[in-house]
């Protein structure tokens, strides 16, 4: 296991906006706010969700679409840069994993791509540190080089 020790920055609750991506707007409030490094978690509900399955086997991320609304009983996160070897070289990610849950109580998860926002509340806790993920050869994912 790698591990690095940071210091805690700042704190913030977030509303998220009705009718935008959940992560999206995630990432468009760490822009604005110059976030390198954090954590969240959050809830809510969501109109529709996209959620990638990463496959361990052939190293390759498979979506799932639904079209349908979902509370959401858990989005837990980290906030960090892309690595330089990306088309999106630099940009702020906001690594996403959420349970969905319906009205008769079964549930998906995963790795959430995008979602509409219904409604949503979130805890963001910042680090006083600059996290830029790296291809790491053995899972193929952008890791974190800590
Ligand atoms: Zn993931």
């Known amino acids: 296991m790698d591990y690095q020790r940071v210091e805690g920055g700042r704190e913030y609750l977030a509303r998220l906006e009705h009718g935008r991506d959940w992560r999206g707007q995630i990432e468009a409030f760490a822009d604005a706010e110059g976030i390198d490094a954090a954590v969240f978690f959050g809830l809510g509900a969501v109109q529709d969700a996209t959620l990638y399955f990463y496959d361990q086997e052939e190293q390759e991320y498979h979506p ?83």
Do not use: C, K, M, Q
């Open 64 to 146: 799932d679409e639904f079209d349908e609304p979902f509370e959401v009983t858990a989005a837990v996160g980290n906030i960090s840069h892309l690595g330089e070897g990306r088309s999106s070289s630099g940009e702020r990610f906001a690594h996403t994993h959420v349970t969905l849950s319906r009205a008769d109580g079964s549930a998906v998860g995963g790795h959430l791509e995008s979602a509409t926002t219904f409604a949503g509340e979130l805890y963001v806790r910042e680090f006083d540190a600059h996290l830029e993920r790296e291809h790491d050869d053995v899972t193929d994912l952008e890791l974190w080089p800590l």
